[in-house]
T-cell receptor, first 113, second 114 residues
Framework: TQLLEQSPQFLSIQEGENLTVYCNSSSVFSSLQWYRQEPGEGPVLLVTVVTGGEVKKLKRLTFQFGDARKDSSLHITAAQPGDTGLYLCAVVAGGTSYGKLTFGQGTILTVHP | NAGVTQTPKFRILKIGQSMTLQCAQDMNHNYMYWYRQDPGMGLKLIYYSVGAGITDKGEVPNGYNVSRSTTEDFPLRLELAAPSQTSVYFC?????????????FGDGTRLSIL
């Protein structure tokens, strides 16, 4: 059983469409991070959410942390081809974790022109 | 503006060979990590370090070893390479262990074991 379940695993949409990616768990976390990874590169941090119910916006991307701090969502408005990539949620699990991240399986997003 | 630098970018090994993947960061971060990423999957932690001279196992440490003699460098050693170690390896660093600061990743080493 995965600590973090991401859905959907694959998403193929047309430019201009909206989409939502989900990251779910049965565990409670003190914070959750979203990363984006482009082919041939390492992941790059998009956002960190720390408060239950928190909503953060990054241009056309909206991130929400669930009230119970067990889940999160990423919503993209009017997707563009430049949004194509692998989206990963990640958490530091456990007590003294030394920043060790556990990642979800990722969502591969393809935005067609 | 180097950040985290990984070498080599690509490598093909034969079964049973050994090699060292290099990782260096210039941000003076105490925390460093090695992850592996299999196709279409998230990243799994191999080893981590909280400072020079201190290392510990992650989720998938078997077949690997690390050392941390300086703050900057965190090499990953593969002994007796096996096909199951074919993967993309990422090194990362961060300033604190809270999970709030970003982890900075290198561009990865793509390793094939044949």
């Amino acid at each position: 059983t995965q600590l973090l379940e991401q859905s959907p695993q694959f998403l193929s949409i047309q430019e201009g469409e909206n989409l939502t990616v989900y990251c779910n768990s049965s565990s409670v976390f003190s914070s959750l991070q979203w990363y984006r990874q482009e082919p041939g590169e390492g992941p790059v941090l998009l956002v960190t959410v720390v408060t239950g119910g928190e909503v953060k916006k990054l241009k056309r991307l909206t991130f929400q942390f669930g009230d119970a701090r067990k889940d999160s969502s990423l919503h993209i408005t009017a997707a563009q081809p430049g949004d194509t990539g692998l989206y990963l949620c990640a958490v530091v699990a456990g007590g003294t974790s030394y920043g060790k991240l556990t990642f979800g399986q990722g969502t591969i997003l393809t935005v067609h022109p | 503006n180097a950040g985290v630098t990984q070498t080599p970018k690509f490598r093909i090994l034969k079964i049973g060979q050994s090699m060292t993947l290099q990782c260096a960061q210039d941000m003076n971060h105490n925390y460093m990590y090695w992850y592996r990423q299999d196709p279409g999957m998230g990243l799994k932690l191999i080893y981590y370090s909280v400072g020079a001279g201190i290392t510990d196992k992650g989720e998938v440490p078997n077949g690997y070893n690390v050392s941390r003699s300086t703050t900057e460098d965190f090499p990953l050693r593969l002994e007796l390479a096996a096909p199951s170690q074919t993967s993309v390896y990422f090194c990362a660093s961060t300033s604190t262990g809270t999970g709030i600061q970003p982890q900075h990743f290198g561009d990865g080493t793509r390793l094939s074991i044949l």
